[in-house]
């Protein structure tokens, strides 16, 4: 994937008639990058990232949509490649290196020469999302520690915290650590977090989000709460509707406990009084 990019930013620079000094020494630093991901070196990888200067530097920039079109859709978000920065391409490619402990290195490596962890692609995806999405712990953890932000604003389900409950719910605490609000509302729907899980049937999520301070008692602007988002499992087939039933005498007992919990506190309240 990666050379098949590299090939082409070489390709269509070598055409052009108005090449600058700056333009050969920012096509052979690629190409060295390249060469040093596909072989996992290193060392040459840091030296083609001093050499470029700017480890933020777009690697698809002479590409143009219709040159993309040709060349193949192998990349991820293949639309987004006039905007892909090395960064972006090692999280985005799980394939590009045959090792997960050097594509760690790469990633942590561009980080500590100044790449900045929250850039976003054209479509305005940031690394985070994409390294959250592929259900890569070990990489956020790495994007977090170096000031990578998760996204806490606009539609419920862009943000950075869904796509934990869709793919990897391990890192919601992590998530919620670093400011998530795991109480947050779809500014529109007044959906939750936790109607998300009930309606994909994500038990693992659900439970995560309670741990971590979910109020299971959520309920969107049309007044649905999380049970209602089950129900339409009572129809599917016996997996769905076995996981469903368990989903729900869990909600059940949790709601239990906590109305007997607030009775409590009532009643304490009334006698204090």
């Known amino acids: 994937m990666f050379r098949i990019i590299f090939v082409a930013i070489v390709a269509i620079t070598i055409q052009s008639d108005e090449k600058t000094v700056d333009d050969v020494i920012a096509v052979e630093s690629l190409q060295q990058m390249a060469d040093a991901v596909r072989s996992g070196d290193v060392e040459k990888f840091t030296h083609a990232i001093l050499d ?3 480890p933020d530097t777009p690697i698809g920039n002479s ?14 978000m293949s639309t987004t490649v ?3 920065t090395p960064l972006m391409a090692l999280i985005q490619g799980k394939n590009l290196v045959k090792s997960p402990q050097i594509r760690f290195q790469f990633v942590e490596l561009l980080l500590a020469l100044g790449a900045d962890p929250n850039k976003q692609d054209g479509a305005g995806y940031c690394y985070l999302n994409t390294a959250v999405s592929s ?17 806490d604003t606009g539609e419920l389900s862009q943000r950075t915290l869904a796509a934990a ?19 947050a509302r779809d500014p529109e729907s007044g959906v939750s977090y936790g ?5 994909h049937l994500l038990f693992e999520s659900l439970k995560t989000l309670a741990a971590n301070g979910f109020d ?27 996981e469903a039933q368990k989903m729900r005498r869990w909600l059940e007992r949790r709601l239990a406990r906590l109305q007997s919990k607030t009775l409590r506190q009532n009643t304490t309240s009334d006698l204090t009084e």
């Open 216 to 242: 299971v008692r959520a309920k969107s602007n049309r007044g649905h709460d999380l049970i209602s988002s089950l129900i339409v499992y009572a129809r599917k087939d016996d997996a769905e509707k076995r």
């Open 165 to 183: 409950v869709f793919g990897c719910p391990s890192l919601i605490p992590d998530l919620v650590a670093v400011g998530c609000d795991v109480n």
């Open 82 to 84: 006039p905007t892909l």
């Open 135 to 151: 259900n890569e712990p070990e990489l956020v953890r790495l994007l977090l520690l170096n000031g990578a932000r998760p996204r």
């Open 63 to 76: 590409i143009s949509q219709q040159e993309l079109k040709s060349i193949g859709g192998g990349m991820p």
């Open 52 to 54: 470029l200067g700017d």
């Open 195 to 199: 109607h998300f899980a009930c309606h």
